[in-house]
């Protein structure tokens, strides 16, 4: 078998019978190019560089959060606030992500920030802005004791917060209950049925001192003379049952055998005139101690009525101060818990400023931008080049292409010059 044979010659005569237009293309390629690349005006390069002092630290991130984080809108956005507009017009956004370039230096750590631009002061300008903004936006975003600081601040405003809230609450269900004013309702009374059932202790002491008294003057005869003892207990009887604790002197005159019994209270003094001894007989003593007695009895049965009508007196505001309490509880609970929690966030707050404020910062430019001195090559070499190989193809495939078309179309010139003959 003979294999089939590839010729050459045919593609090699199209190109040499196309020179001229592969020619053509190639120069206005190189042409083009080398006038584009002319009057391109000139442009200045810039980089400052920054460090990351914790790279690889927990929790820095990587190097690839720097870089997006010195491309992010916001530092962008600050960073075009602070360049003056040229020529009367201002810098957009898009024109200014076009003139910047973050990279990644040799060392992971470091991170080189490029602007390109026509004005060569402008442009270190512009790079040493930019490594302050990102510096700025690294230190806060990735310190995480600022961050940390930051976030107990904004507990600690809450916290703050909620206890106002807590304490307006506590207050406003103490106004609504009248607690305190129920709190003094309840002590007064209590007091007065304390008082009611001290004075019935001392109305039951009395009443048996005066049976007692009684027993022993009924052994006597009614006419026989009162013994001034007997006299001063019934009268210390009597001042007991007026209710207040007495001082009893008893003195005797010069002139005449009467007593004078002085009783004195915290109130006022109180004074007893008691009949001349050989005028009272035992008779008028019993009567005395059966007034004393009637007296007990009477003022026992107001102090029981009183004290029937103050128990549920009593009842219903126990019972008010306890639904106002029952109220009252879980506030005074959340408001005291709120204290707390308020207190151990300002201690933790001062703890964590104290050290955003020691601790130095993250990151920071470690190499300032200058101003270039020559403008960046127009690479007028390189574009000619790619453009020369650029032209050379396009020429070769528009002389492959007018020989498949003049291929197509001679079968029918050749078809109507007969037809012209005839």
Known sequence: MQEDEFDLRPYIEVLFRRWKLIVGLTLAAVAAAAGASLTTPPSYEATSTVAIASFGAKPVPDAKSYLELAMRQDVLVKLATTIEPSAGSALNLRDLTSKLKATAGADPSLVNLKVT??????????????????????NTTFNPARHNYEQLQGQLTQARQQLVDAQKGLVDVELSTRLDVLQVEVASQRNTLAGLYANKVTLRAAQENATSIMSRLRQLTPS??????DDASITMIQASVLGAPIQVQLSTGSESDNRVLAASSQSAPVQLQLPEGRDRTVAAQIAAVEGILAMVRDRTQEADKRIEALQPTILELQMRVSQADAQREPLLTRRDGLKQTAKDLELKASQAKAAVEAKSSQVYAVAEAQMPLAPLGRGTTRNVGVAAMLGLMMG???????????SRLQPLKDMRQPAIQS
């Open 224 to 229: 026989t003379p009162a013994n001034p003892s």
């Open 396 to 406: 070769v495939a528009a002389a492959f292409g007018m020989e498949y078309l003049q």
């Open 117 to 138: 631009d026509g004005n060569p002061e402008q442009v270190a300008d512009m790079a040493n802005r930019w490594a302050e903004l990102f510096v700025d936006a690294s």
